[in-house]
């Protein structure tokens, strides 16, 4: 399956480029693997937004966060059981 992403500019301070990644469909611990690999691809101060409907996702993107030094900008439910994370690369 091809791993769909978009780009987009997100508003703030300089602008940091946002890529976004669909990871809907994939329970642990393949939703934290699509994160990883999307933040291996982007430099340093650029972000990944991550869509997940797996129940565990906010849990493990936090903890996930706090272990790899990665900064957790945002985490928000999005309908459907779905959660959306907006994560920048440190």
Known sequence: MAEPTR????AGEGGIRVVAVDAR?????????KLKLALEKV???DAVEILADDP???ED??????ET???LLSLRPEGNGAFVACVRKR
């Open 43 to 45: 430099p340093s101060g």
């Open 69 to 71: 030094g990665n900064d």
């Open 25 to 33: 469909g994939l329970f642990c611990p393949l939703p934290i693997v």
């Open 61 to 66: 993107v936090v903890s996930w966060c706090e």
């Open 56 to 58: 565990g996702f906010p």
């Open 7 to 10: 780009e987009k500019t997100q």
